[in-house]
């Protein structure tokens, strides 16, 4: 999985490079997330903005991670998803449930 961990404060964001997010995928993301949501109250960006392309083993990986913060006071977000992404989380009736953003600076503001 092509992702870069970059640092806005005490927030982690995680960029995928990938433009699918799927089955052969997955399982890495869902180790990543749970290394960094095992911190304390870990706030956690994930940046969307190259993946065209997810699937629901790919949406359970941002779930598990959305989890695994939440477990440990911290949150999980999401940035700068494409309409298909969006399509998907909203037809699993999951938009009340993942926090997502256009703009990271909106993103990076709605943790403090």
Do not use: W
């Not at 960094?36 to 190259?50: G, H, T, V």
């Not at 991670?65 to 992404?85: F, H, S």
Request: glycine share 8%; aromatic share 4%; hydrophobic share 40%.
């Amino acid at each position: 999985m092509d992702f870069n961990i970059e640092e806005s404060g005490v927030i982690k964001i995680v960029r995928l490079g990938d433009a699918r997010l799927d089955t052969t995928l997955a399982p890495d993301l869902k180790t990543k997330l749970l290394g960094l949501a095992e911190q304390d109250e870990p706030q956690i960006l994930i940046d969307l903005k190259e993946v065209e392309y997810a699937d629901s083993s790919g949406l359970g990986a941002i779930l598990f991670g959305i989890r695994r913060a939440r477990d440990n006071g911290g949150t999980c977000k999401l940035v700068n998803l494409n309409n298909r992404v969006l399509s998907l989380i909203r037809i699993a009736k999951l938009d009340h449930v993942i926090e997502a953003f256009d703009d990271e600076k909106e993103a990076l503001k709605s943790f403090s």
